[in-house]
C-alpha cells in the first residue's frame, strides 16, 4: 500500500459515495486508476465494506457507558479464555453495543454500549451482572462525544429499521 492508496482509504473514509471521476480529481489522478486501487483494496481486506453511519442520537440512543467485563468462575482456566471470545462474539452482535475488544489482561472484555437512557443502561448491565459466566462487570458512565460513536449498523438485525 502506497501514499496513494492511503489518500484513497481516507477520502473514502470522509465519503464513500464520492464518485471516482470526483476523488480522481482531488487526487489529480485518472478515474480508472482510482477504480483499479479501490477494487484492489476491496479484494484484499483492506477495505472490508462501505457502509452508513448513523447517529446514534437520532436512533434515540443518549447514553452510554465503557464497560469492562471479567469472565471467570470455571474449573479451568482454558474455559474461562474460551467463554471470553465467545461472550465478546456475542456480545458484538448486540446493537447496543458499539465497540466491543477482549484485552490481553485474563479474561476481560471491554465494550462501549449505547442505551435510550441511563436507566435502561443501568438495567442492561445488571442483567449482564447476573450472567454465571461475569465474574466482574464495571460502568463508567460516558459524557461529552467528541469522535466515533457513529453506528455502522454492524450487528443490527436484519430488516432492523432502527
Do not use: C
Not at 52 to 71: D, E, F, R
Not at 94 to 101: I, K, R, S, Y
Amino acid at each position: 500500500m502506497d501514499e496513494l492508496d492511503k489518500r484513497i482509504i481516507r477520502i473514502l473514509q470522509r465519503d464513500a459515495r464520492l464518485p471516482f471521476t470526483q476523488i480522481a480529481k482531488e487526487l489529480n489522478q485518472p478515474d480508472t486508476t482510482i477504480h483499479f486501487r479501490t477494487r484492489r483494496l476491496l479484494k484484499t481486506g483492506v477495505i472490508s465494506r462501505f457502509s452508513a453511519l448513523v447517529n446514534p442520537h437520532a436512533l434515540g440512543l443518549t447514553s452510554s457507558a465503557l464497560l469492562k467485563i471479567q469472565i471467570g468462575g470455571h474449573i479451568l482456566p482454558e474455559i474461562s479464555a474460551s467463554r471470553t471470545q465467545s461472550f465478546a462474539e456475542e456480545l458484538s452482535q448486540d446493537a447496543n453495543f458499539l465497540w466491543v475488544a477482549v484485552s490481553e489482561e485474563p479474561m476481560t472484555i471491554y465494550a462501549v454500549m449505547l442505551a435510550e437512557n441511563e436507566e435502561s443502561l443501568s438495567e442492561q448491565v445488571e442483567s449482564l451482572r447476573k450472567r454465571p459466566d461475569i465474574s466482574n462487570i464495571s460502568m463508567t458512565p460516558l459524557g461529552i462525544h467528541l469522535k466515533g460513536l457513529e453506528l455502522t449498523g454492524h450487528g443490527m438485525a436484519e430488516g432492523d429499521d432502527t
